[in-house]
């Protein structure tokens, strides 16, 4: 992270987690660094992202209520990021894990 320059956005994220309370935002219980990396010890998510899980459904698509369902999640948590201020700016299927969210960077 040091190298690719992430780590803002990284300590970042971890404010947003560590704040954040809500049922569609992963919850944060504690991070700590070793001197090479840093690490957040997050809810577990069972289900894994929804990326993998919607390359498992036959298609690699979901059927309409389902789609709705998470879509409806989705809008819900990103409600509550603005309100908080943030901006979540990459939305896709591989970064969504009950919905977890990462990513947020604050409003400007």
């Not at 990284?10 to 809500?22: F, G, P, R, V, Y």
């Not at 001197?35 to 289900?47: A, D, H, K, T, V």
Request: proline letters at 5%; one cysteine or more.
């Amino acid at each position: 992270m040091i190298q690719r320059k992430k780590i803002k956005r990284a300590l970042t994220e971890q404010d947003i987690l560590a704040t954040a309370n809500h049922p569609f935002i992963v919850t944060l219980y504690h991070s700590f660094q070793s001197e090479e990396y840093l690490y957040f010890c997050m809810e577990y998510c069972s289900g894994g992202e929804f990326f993998g899980a919607l390359q498992t459904r036959p298609g690699k698509c979901l059927p309409e209520d389902s789609s709705r369902f998470y879509a409806t999640e989705v809008v819900a948590a990103l409600e509550y990021l603005h309100l908080m201020g943030f901006i979540y700016r990459d939305l896709k299927p591989e970064s969504m894990s009950r919905i977890l969210i990462l990513g947020m960077t604050p409003c400007v």
